[in-house]
T-cell receptor, first 115, second 111 residues
Framework: EAGVTQSPTHLIKTRGQQATLRCSPISGHTSVYWYQQALGLGLQFLLW???????NRGNFPPRFSGRQFPNYSSELNVNALELEDSALYLCAGSTGLNLISYEQYFGPGTRLTVT | QKEVEQDPGPLSVPEGAIVSLNCTYSNSAFQYFMWYRQYSRKGPELLMY????GNKEDGRFTAQVDKSSKYISLFIRDSQPSDSATYLCAMSVSLDTPLVFGKGTRLSVIA
């Protein structure tokens, strides 16, 4: 069974540009979570999508947005990039039904570098 | 004070040692506690989870939760070089609330 996939692996952008990151969860997983893992800050929750709806949002500005498609894949958009947006962006999927199903399966991440 | 505190290490131990990894937290509403392992250039993978207080054992791994002290631990027995990774604690208030992660502890097990 294929794991969670994320693309691209690396992304280099300049300040002010927009970045689009993509995630495909494991087949059967309907919830997608996005995290930012910046150096020295640990994983910080960004967004949670379930069945196409935004369920929860972390403490990030509105220029971080996303969506979930009918096939449960997801896209994270970061507008007006700032230098401090440089980080590893991780996507995770789960079935979201009970504690065991809330186990989140992570992808390998997209390394975003803003220059 | 951050909601979840975790010593970043690095922690270096000889092969076969018992490793103790810990997190403290400030939010007494946390009910679900998890430990993830993250190898270099990979996403985290769930090692263990517990609900509320108590111990849970899985092979060489034991997770402990002490809600009265707001303290959780992960013990690794007979540590192996393949255990070398970053270990992240995570917790949530309910199944509908996001996980709050510690910063992770880097562990090196030396052969």
């Amino acid at each position: 069974e294929a794991g969670v996939t994320q693309s691209p692996t690396h992304l280099i952008k300049t300040r002010g540009q927009q970045a689009t990151l993509r995630c495909s969860p494991i087949s059967g997983h309907t919830s997608v979570y996005w995290y930012q893992q910046a150096l020295g800050l640990g994983l910080q929750f960004l967004l949670w999508y379930d069945e196409g709806e935004e369920r929860n949002r972390g403490n990030f500005p509105p220029r971080f947005s996303g969506r979930q498609f009918p096939n449960y894949s997801s896209e994270l958009n970061v507008n007006a990039l700032e230098l401090e947006d440089s980080a590893l962006y991780l996507c995770a999927g789960s079935t979201g039904l009970n504690l065991i199903s809330y186990e989140q399966y992570f992808g390998p991440g997209t390394r975003l570098t803003v220059t | 004070q951050k909601e979840v505190e975790q010593d970043p290490g690095p922690l270096s131990v000889p092969e076969g040692a018992i490793v103790s990894l810990n997190c403290t937290y400030s939010n007494s509403a946390f009910q679900y506690f998890m430990w993830y392992r993250q190898y270099s250039r990979k996403g985290p993978e769930l090692l263990m989870y517990t609900y509320s207080s108590g111990n849970k054992e899985d092979g060489r791994f034991t997770a402990q939760v002490d809600k009265s002290s707001k303290y959780i631990s992960l013990f690794i027995r007979d540590s192996q070089p393949s255990d070398s990774a970053t270990y992240l604690c995570a917790m949530s208030v309910s199944l509908d609330t996001p996980l709050v992660f510690g910063k992770g502890t880097r562990l090196s097990v030396i052969a």
